[in-house]
């Protein structure tokens, strides 16, 4: 598939020492980390704090404590937040869309939000849809589509103002095999001259794909490294939980590549 | 690049975006419902019933109040589609998106409020062009527009506040809003004039900012509303647009729920600001008519003229007509002459501003008015004075017509117990029962009888005789035998005989 993707900035998000509570409870714990450009693979069992992570990065939600920056500028102070969320497109893992509307409609109004005539943002919209595999559906109605187009909807509209930084959460949720390996490609594509940050439970998807894996247990960065890093950890299995050690197991035995042309089934991983 | 081909856009979904079209389609459906209906009962639209009589003052009146089931489904309009376009779960415009904040949040308030003013007008003009066709008003621009920017405003406060919430939820407090704004301009009263003078500019001042306020006075003829006051009224729309803009602004700018507070500030604070400067030192919305030349008519044949606004010609014509109807019933000599004349005034306008005037007429005006010295009757419109509280419809006419011009004193007696007797006994109880007959015969002969006559409880032969004459012939016995039921000489026999003889003769 042809390449086209808008060239964007590569962009650092500077976390440090970020620490957040929910109540009393401490679910992120001096957190600190550069992202560059790339794709990043936040991994983590139910209630790590990926989510948290990304909202924070999002500056949907405020730190406790630490300090936040992306390309340099402070992005916790309302000026900051300002600039900050001009480089940011997230999509929660849960969100609702316009159903009443085309998909190309949902895709051409957030396009359009961001500038230019209505008529460009509806180039723009077709330029994301091709990018998630949508455009031929793009005047169907959003209440008629599958739940995995309903997530690439949910990618083209955070990604169409082609923002340095993209915050996915559990993006693969809902899609099926074939969707994720387009999705991969999508994304790790995008990734080239941008940021990319996806959380996800699947280890698959995350060694597929990302440059970067991140694992977040309790609120603490883990690990930090690529995916064969992460093989070379596994041979410590009292570190991991029984989801890390299935696709410990799963990498070993050599079934998971980037560029396999033979997919098989095993349930939902690959 | 890959070429991308693009389908064409319909420009319809451009035109409209963000605001969905169907939604938006039944929301109109909603808000024209109340003014078309109201329309339909106030002005006669569609044929039910008989003709109202259309003043000019009414509509202007009318145009400034019967938005209010409009408003309140425009606020709920604004909530619903910021709940769906402005959802802290959709990823297009959730309020910790990027995007331009003009595109955001002004143009859809902007598009919505457009849309829920122009719904209001469209829905107002069959009235508009009812009162036009039958009268000589012209186009209530003022009024108009002025009755346009209040579903305008509740738009744009239910767009805010669907924003501050994120989902559908924020259709309950924004119906309590729409209920509670609603029903705020009831407990604004203004108190009414307890004299006979009433002030050239009258009405509550928080007209200016709520949207339904008692205005102390009532619709007259002759009334304005005052330009300066629209433009008051235009001015705190864009007040309420901006602070909501900002209010937004200020809450996407932050950490959504968490930011309510400066948000809800943002809002309120202007609003209320500029809300109370209007309320205790704006502009009054009505001004009164000037004092006036008044178009009087004299009703042919007899000492008995017909005085209106020269805006109400409509209403005069009606007046004179029935009036000439009444009048046809008294051929004696007391109708026509001068000593008996009398004056019949149309509506409050000819109520005085100014203590040192008894009318509110120009000194050729009030020379034309009472010359002669005549028993001056003035009708009241909406809103009742010590002078008119009397004469509010025909009906009191034709009363006062038979009070002047057949006084039969002699009958006062009778007409009090008339609901007592179950038998005509002498000639007073013959008058009376007659006298009591006549205002709703006299009526239903102008045309504007409501189907029934009022009489006495004698049921004896004389008056069942009575009782069964058509309206024509009551009419005709009346004239007949006028001077002598004045003087109460029409015994229950001469009633008998008089029906055997016309009888005999046919």
Request: proline share 5%; charged share 20%; net charge negative.
């Amino acid at each position: 598939m042809e390449d086209c993707v808008v060239s964007g900035e590569d962009m650092d998000v500077k976390a440090c020492h970020i620490t957040y509570r929910y109540g009393q409870k401490k679910v992120l714990d001096d957190v600190s980390y550069t992202f560059g450009g790339g794709l990043y693979g936040l991994l983590g069992v139910n209630g790590a704090g990926k989510t948290t992570l990304l909202k924070l990065l999002a500056t949907i939600i405020q730190p406790e404590s630490g300090s936040l920056s992306i390309d340099g500028d402070e992005a916790l102070s309302r000026q900051g937040r300002k600039r900050a969320r001009t480089h940011i497109g997230y999509l929660p893992q849960c969100f609702d869309l316009l159903e009443a509307s085309t998909v190309l409609h949902n895709v051409q109004y957030a396009a359009w939000l961001h500038g230019g005539s209505w008529r460009d943002a509806g180039r723009r919209a077709y330029e994301a849809l091709e990018l998630v595999g949508l455009r031929e559906r793009a005047q169907s109605l959003v209440k008629g589509l599958s739940g995995g187009m309903r997530q690439r909807l949910g990618i083209a509209c955070a990604m169409v103002p082609f923002p340095g930084v993209l915050l996915l959460d559990e993006p693969s949720v809902g899609l099926d095999p074939l969707q994720r390996i387009r999705l991969r490609e999508v994304l790790h594509g995008y990734a080239r001259d941008n940021t990319v940050i996806l959380s996800t439970h699947l280890v698959d998807d995350v060694v597929a794909m990302a440059d970067h894996i991140l694992v977040l247990d309790r609120g603490s960065l883990i690990f930090d490294g690529d995916a064969d890093d992460l093989a070379a950890m596994g041979e410590n299995a009292e570190e991991m939980t029984t989801i890390w050690e299935s696709g410990y197991r799963r990498l070993l035995a050599g079934r998971i590549s980037e560029d396999a042309e033979d997919v098989e089934m095993y349930g939902d991983c690959l | 690049m890959m070429c991308i081909q693009q389908r064409p856009q319909r420009l319809g979904i451009g035109i409209l975006a963000p605001l969905a079209g169907p939604s938006t389609v039944i929301f109109v459906l909603f808000m024209v419902t109340y003014p078309l209906l109201m329309s339909l009962r106030n002005y006669g639209l569609g044929g039910f019933g008989p003709d109202p009589v259309l003043r000019e003052s009414a509509l202007l009146v009318d145009l400034t109040w019967m938005h209010l089931g409009t408003s309140c489904i425009a606020i709920l309009y604004g909530t619903w589609l910021a709940a769906k376009t402005a959802s802290s779960r959709c990823p297009i415009n959730a309020w910790w998106s990027s995007g331009r904040m003009m595109r955001r949040f002004v143009t859809p308030m902007g598009k919505g409020a457009i849309i829920c003013a122009g719904t209001y007008g469209v829905a107002m003009l069959p009235a508009i062009t009812r009162t036009q066709y039958a009268t000589t008003a012209a186009f209530p621009w003022g009024s108009w527009i002025f009755g346009m920017t209040m579903p305008a405003i509740m738009f744009v406060i239910g767009y805010a506040i669907g924003v501050f919430i994120g989902n559908q939820w924020a259709l309950v407090p924004s119906l309590v809003v729409a209920l509670l704004y609603a029903a705020s301009g009831f407990f604004v009263r203004t108190s009414m004039p307890a004299s006979n003078v009433y002030p050239r500019y009258w009405g509550s001042r928080w007209t200016g900012v709520l949207p339904v306020v008692d205005s102390g006075m009532g619709f007259e003829p002759g009334l304005r509303l005052d330009p300066w006051f629209v433009v008051t009224r235009c001015v705190f729309l864009m007040v309420v647009l901006c602070s909501c803009a900002v209010g937004c602004m200020v809450f996407a700018g932050g950490y959504g729920w968490k930011t309510w507070k400066a948000a809800s500030a943002s809002v309120i604070t202007p609003i209320v600001i500029v809300g109370l400067i209007i309320g205790y030192m704006g502009p009054r919305p009505w001004m009164r008519s000037e004092p006036f030349m008044p178009m009087c008519k004299q009703v042919k044949g007899v000492a008995l003229t017909v005085c209106s606004h020269p805006d109400d010609t409509a209403v005069h014509d009606k007046y004179t007509r029935a009036l000439t109807s009444f009048a046809s019933w008294f051929p004696s000599e007391w109708a026509l002459s001068r000593q008996h004349a009398i004056t019949v005034l149309l509506g409050n306008s000819f109520t005085s501003s100014d203590p040192n005037r008894p009318y509110n007429l120009t000194e050729a005006g009030s020379r034309m008015v009472t010359a002669g010295r005549p028993s001056v009757i003035q009708m009241h419109t909406d809103t009742v004075s010590a002078a008119t509280i009397n004469f509010s419809d025909i009906r009191d006419l034709s009363m006062a017509l038979i009070d002047i011009w057949l006084p039969a004193e002699c009958a006062t007696e009778a007409r009090r117990h008339v609901f007592d007797h179950d038998q005509l006994m002498n000639g007073a109880d013959v008058t009376a029962f007659i006298l009591t007959q006549m205002p709703d015969r006299m009526d239903n002969l102008a045309g504007l009888g409501h189907g029934y006559t009022l009489t006495g409880s004698a049921r004896d032969e004389a008056a069942r005789i009575l009782m069964t004459m058509n309206d024509e012939q009551f009419r005709k016995f009346v004239i007949d035998h006028e001077a002598a039921l004045g003087a109460c000489q029409v015994s229950p026999d001469d009633v008998i005989g008089n029906a055997a003889q016309s009888d005999g003769g046919t």
